[in-house]
């Protein structure tokens, strides 16, 4: 199929673009790496007035670091993550999860703020930010706002944004030194979506007993499920890991589809969930030794 007709727009200035969309609203798209947005036009379940190609846009291209986190632009590549040596240092969660999300050659167009602008529940780069408790930059001509991950993502396909903003950054907090972190995930085949991916890390301060945990679901509801709490640390992390993952089993409400039913999600969220929180357990407890 081809796409309904749609006016291109490819503005020079932010200035321009939030412009654009003010005059356009929910009758626009934005362009970034297309990767989400092409499919949509060719088979018509997106019919635009408008396309805003925003990769003019330098100044929404930049890897920023602050004392609390990195910035990340609405234009920064899959692959510009995998290849800094600043976010193999400070995000290796998310830098894991990438290697999950699509093929190199997609990797190299797609950007984060696309993916998390999509909220697909299976998807990695949300899962990611959301049990990390990052934050969306949205901008638009009346200002400039930052919402919580969690409240960001608010169904399938369904977020915070409104017609007139765009995603301009993604805020990701810096792991504290000595965290541990992993990832996992189940697929039909390397690249497509998670039937069931967890996100775990874990922090254990030198000198004490009080262990943190966060750990992340993702396709299993219809937006990333956060778990999150502190424990004192036990002699034995495979059984804490066992009973943290046996929790979440507990707690979510899994969806069923052509891929996989509610149980076997459950199953997944079971035994990967053990396994990525042991390793994260693992490495938060050798870098508190």
């Given at each position: 199929?081809?796409?309904?007709?749609?006016?291109?727009?490819?503005?020079?200035?932010?200035?321009?673009?939030?412009?654009?969309?003010?005059?356009?609203?929910?009758?626009?798209?934005?362009?970034?790496?297309?990767?989400?947005?092409?499919?949509?036009?060719?088979?018509r379940?997106?019919?635009?007035?408008?396309?805003?190609?925003?990769?003019?846009l330098?100044?929404?291209?930049?890897?920023?670091?602050?004392?609390?986190?990195?910035?990340?632009?609405?234009?920064?590549?899959?692959?510009?993550?995998?290849?800094?040596?600043?976010?193999?240092?400070?995000?290796?969660?998310?830098?894991?999860?990438?290697?999950?999300?699509?093929?190199?050659?997609?990797?190299?167009?797609?950007?984060?703020?696309?993916?998390?602008?999509?909220?697909?529940?299976?998807?990695?780069?949300?899962?990611?930010?959301?049990?990390?408790?990052?934050?969306v930059?949205?901008?638009?001509?009346?200002?400039?706002?930052?919402?919580?991950?969690?409240?960001?993502?608010?169904?399938?396909?369904?977020t915070?944004?409104?017609?007139?903003?765009?995603i301009?950054?993604?805020?990701?907090?810096?792991?504290?030194?000595?965290?541990?972190?992993?990832?996992?995930?189940?697929?039909?085949?390397?690249g497509?979506?998670?039937?069931?991916?967890?996100?775990?890390?874990?922090?254990?301060?030198?000198g004490?007993?009080?262990?943190s945990?966060?750990?992340?679901l993702?396709?299993?509801?219809?937006?990333?499920?956060?778990?999150?709490?502190?424990?004192?640390?036990?002699?034995?992390?495979?059984?804490?890991?066992a009973?943290?993952?046996?929790?979440?089993?507990?707690?979510i409400?899994?969806?069923?589809?052509?891929?996989?039913?509610?149980?076997?999600?459950?199953?997944?969220?079971?035994?990967?969930?053990?396994?990525?929180?042991?390793?994260?357990?693992?490495?938060?407890?050798?870098?508190?030794a």
């Open positions: 199929m081809k796409p309904a007709p749609f006016e291109y727009c490819r503005p020079e200035s932010l200035t321009e673009a939030l412009s654009l969309l003010g005059e356009y609203g929910d009758e626009a798209e934005i362009l970034a790496g297309g990767l989400s947005l092409g499919p949509l036009l060719n088979t379940m997106a019919r635009p007035t408008v396309v805003i190609d925003i990769n003019r330098d100044e929404l291209a930049g890897i920023e670091r602050s004392d609390s986190h990195l910035r990340l632009g609405a234009l920064v590549r899959q692959a510009e993550v995998q290849d800094s040596a600043e976010c193999n240092e400070l995000l290796p969660l998310l830098v894991a999860a990438l290697g999950y999300v699509g093929h190199y050659q997609t990797r190299s167009r797609g950007t984060l703020a696309g993916s998390v602008a999509m909220a697909d529940p299976s998807s990695e780069i949300p899962l990611c930010l959301a049990i990390l408790a990052g934050e930059e949205l901008t638009s001509g009346r200002g400039v706002r930052q919402v919580p991950a969690d409240e960001f993502f608010q169904g399938a396909l369904v915070a944004r409104a017609d007139d903003e765009m301009t950054a993604l805020l990701w907090p810096l792991d504290p030194p000595g965290a541990g972190t992993a990832f996992e995930e189940i697929s039909e085949r390397p497509d979506f998670a039937i069931v991916s967890v996100a775990a890390w874990a922090q254990q301060k030198p004490e007993r009080l262990l945990y966060g750990v992340g993702g396709g299993v509801e219809d937006r990333p499920h956060c778990l999150r709490g502190e424990v004192d640390t036990p002699d034995d992390l495979a059984d804490l890991a009973e943290i993952s046996q929790a979440a089993v507990r707690e409400s899994p969806v069923s589809d052509q891929r996989a039913g509610a149980d076997y999600r459950r199953h997944l969220v079971g035994h990967l969930g053990c396994r990525a929180l042991h390793r994260a357990l693992q490495q938060a407890a050798g870098g508190a």
